[in-house]
């Protein structure tokens, strides 16, 4: 089926710093996601994304937070600067409709990121 | 805004025994879209069933969930639980006023043991 593939699996880095993650979607999708995961709990709708836009964010997408999709090659979710309750798993999903059958999102195999 | 309630917390069933996850929604548009993702451990997750008409069955793998609108709900079932069910199950709708977003639930672990 459909495959999201997310760049890197894993990613540690010191607190303050910046980290870029990188998600390339089904490549005819047109809505993007980011999702958050802290080992052991729920996974949390972060920010949702079309026509180069940020359609909706949660209250879990701070100030430092920041998505983009440049001329449509990835999608990334960009953190600056992190801070160490930043670590969790970064779930990327896609769909080809916000709306309707055509909405289910397909997901990534997320990207671990541990702040130190 | 759309909010979900689902069953709380850890479901424990034994092999074989049927398996029922609720899920409510709230919201003031109408014609909602219904999703089931299950979430395997260590696994990203990925959709169990959907669903967008009233009292209609919709089935997939075993399991089953009926949309109804008049009730709100969008309950998962399964005759017989097996013990690959063992996942954390997510009920998620979507409307039209949300900007698309989905409104995830805080999930339903179900562990099966033998």
């Known amino acids: 089926g459909p495959k999201v593939l997310q760049i890197p699996s894993h990613q540690i880095i010191d607190m303050g710093q910046m980290v870029t993650l990188n998600c390339d979607p089904v490549?005819?999708?047109?809505?993007f996601y980011w999702y958050k995961q802290i080992l052991g709990q729920q996974m949390e709708f972060l920010v949702n994304?079309?026509?180069?836009?940020?359609?909706?964010k949660s209250k879990l997408f701070k100030d430092q937070f920041s998505v983009e999709r440049p001329d449509g090659s990835y999608f990334t979710l960009k953190i600056q600067p992190t801070a160490l309750e930043d670590s969790a798993v970064y779930f990327c999903?896609?769909?080809?409709?916000?709306?309707?059958?055509?909405?289910?999102?397909?997901f990534g195999p997320g990207t671990r990121l541990t702040v130190l | 805004g759309d909010s979900v309630t689902q069953t709380e917390g850890l479901v424990t069933l034994t092999e074989g025994l049927p398996v029922m996850l609720n899920c409510t929604y709230q919201?003031?548009?109408?014609?909602?879209?219904l999703f089931w993702y299950v979430q395997h451990l260590n696994e990203s997750p990925r959709l169990l069933l959907k669903?967008?008409?009233?009292?209609k069955r919709t089935e997939h793998q075993g399991f089953h969930a009926t949309l109804h609108k008049s009730s709100s709900s969008f309950h998962l079932q399964k005759s017989s639980a097996q013990l690959s069910d063992s996942a954390l199950y997510y009920c998620?709708?979507?409307?039209?006023?949300?900007?698309?977003?989905?409104?995830f639930g805080k999930g339903t672990s179900l562990v099966v043991h033998p």
């Open positions: 490549s005819n999708h047109l809505y």
């Open positions: 669903s967008f008409t009233d009292n």
């Open positions: 998620a709708p979507i409307t039209s006023g949300g900007n698309y977003k989905p409104t």
């Open positions: 999903a896609s769909s080809l409709d916000g709306l309707g059958g055509y909405a289910e999102q397909f």
């Open positions: 994304f079309y026509n180069g836009k940020v359609m909706e």
């Open positions: 919201t003031i548009y109408s014609n909602p879209f």
